[in-house]
């Protein structure tokens, strides 16, 4: 966005001080990263910023409404209803596409939100890391709300441990070695001194729950949930108890809240940066330009299920409609000048709930291909994940 910090950054780049920042983001801690980063961050101007806290802003008030909580209720399945949740999400995600105004100018719209976890440990280190290796003015930051380094992992482990001893709160998930996110369980690990945990580790006795740490068997009052019900339906995966059970837990994002706030609250959300969206059980004829739309279904995670081209007919053969979302296509803006092409850009302002959502960090991914995500962009380069710097 600062056409002269960029031209600066472009023209210093050393192919060998990026791969000296991988191996040393690969290395950093027990686990590797599993995903491509890019040859850059995002630099931010003051007036896009704006427009950002502007969107941001406009969303909690919408999310915060009594007619929003209301209607959000309906998103959770009766079956996977999880009793004694909190008032809040611990944790919001809000994605947003960097696009062009009628006037040209860069402006900010929602692609997606989710009431639940995402990369808040790695993003840390992710900026200790490339601040090491790359040159980022000291006057740009990647966290917001008066925060720096310091104060943000005081913040996390506050909204993840609340009052309670690290021993007894787990970050919960499905085979976590496995996923692709494992560098944050790692991180996680370190910022908050909390074990990692797998999900069929986990023993039940009573409405009590309890792990295993180094032979001594330890009762479990906090759970840092990362468990994606999406995949847990996919896999057959035994555990102990039930979500749904009265269990003696407090949650660290509370399940529901993965319903809640997620691609069931688009067609609910208005205003300037929204686009359309419908659930698409609730229309009676559809749209003529079905080919500036985008299908998702609700609950899938992580991209799966997105079909991108919409006809009539692939919306008639659905077998159940109420399972799906009609959103209008968003055009990305090339906004990265890189050696070969400017690259599109998609910001997650990431917060955390401590007595109101605070705006705390972000994470950008770049794309230069159809759609954000690696089937996209093969053998591309100054793609990927990485952090917005804002003055």
Known sequence: MITELRKKYNNSF???????????????????????????????????TSRFLEAAEDLLTQL?????????????????????????????????????????????????????????????????IVRKHFDIPQN????FSGLNGERYIQLLRKVILSNHDPKNVVLLEIDPAQQKTRVDFACTEELVGIKTVNLSDVK??????????????????????????????????????NFGDDLNV?????????????????PLLKGKYVPRCYFLNEIEKFPDDLNRFVLKPLFSFAGLG???DV????????????NYILQEKVEYAPVIETPDEFAKVEIRLMFLWDEKPILATNLIR??????????????KTWVGSNLAYHP
């Open 250 to 266: 407090e949650w660290a994002g509370h399940p529901n809240w993965f319903f809640k706030i997620s691609k069931h609250s688009l």
């Open 204 to 241: 039940k006795r009573g409405n009590r729950l309890y792990y295993n740490d180094s032979g001594n068997e330890l009762f479990i009052e906090r759970i840092y949930n990362r468990v994606i019900y999406d995949e847990l339906n996919r896999k057959d995966f035994k555990y102990s108890f």
């Open 14 to 48: 050393d192919p060998n001080a990026y791969n000296r920042f991988i191996k040393d983001l690969e290395t950093f801690t027990y686990y590797p990263i599993d995903f491509r980063v890019s040859e850059t961050p995002l630099f931010l101007d003051a007036n896009l």
């Open 140 to 143: 740009f930051s990647s966290f």
């Open 311 to 322: 006809t009539k007919a692939t919306l008639d053969k659905l077998p159940d409609k109420s």
């Open 366 to 379: 770049t794309s230069k291909g159809k759609m954000m995500g690696v089937d996209f962009n093969k053998d």
């Open 306 to 308: 997105v079909e991108v």
């Open 64 to 128: 915060n409404n009594e007619s929003f909580k209301k209607k959000s209720n309906d998103a959770i399945p009766k079956n996977l209803l999880v009793p004694n949740e909190d008032s809040h999400p611990c944790f919001l995600c809000l994605d947003f596409a960097i696009t062009k105004d009628e006037s040209g100018n860069f402006t900010p719209k929602l692609i997606e939100l989710q009431g639940f976890p995402s990369l808040f440990s790695y993003q840390y280190f992710l900026d200790k």
